[in-house]
């Protein structure tokens, strides 16, 4: 965690305030940056970037990399997520870009039989399976 000196500043309450909206849920800083402005607030896009990495740094929000081609998604996790051990792991639709949120206790025994037998700590922050989602399928 950023040790960092943290401002309460109005763009970060309300950049905070939309993102308790939406848990859960995937957005890249330009899905923010089109919210505030189609709500007519003004935030600039500096500060939505600096504001999501310093919430980043503050373990409220996750930050994804999927691929080099993909924008980086975030996810509101809130305050205490990260201390209380809840991950996810991830699987991307190759066809539609689909990012989909892979909660399953199956995962958390493939990632404790991966340490066990082959001395290998998979990272959920960053593992993402790829494939093509239901939609896709048909």
Known sequence: MNTRLKYKTKQRDILLKYLETVPGVHI???????YFKQQGANIGQSTIYRQLESLVDEGIINKYIIDGNSPACFEYVGENSHICGNVCFHCKCEK???????????????QSHLFKAHQFKMDPLRTVFYGLCEECMQ
């Open 28 to 34: 890249t800083a330009n899905d923010v940056c089109e």
């Open 96 to 110: 539609c870009g689909k990012l989909i949120h892979l909660h399953c206790d199956e995962m958390e025994e493939i």
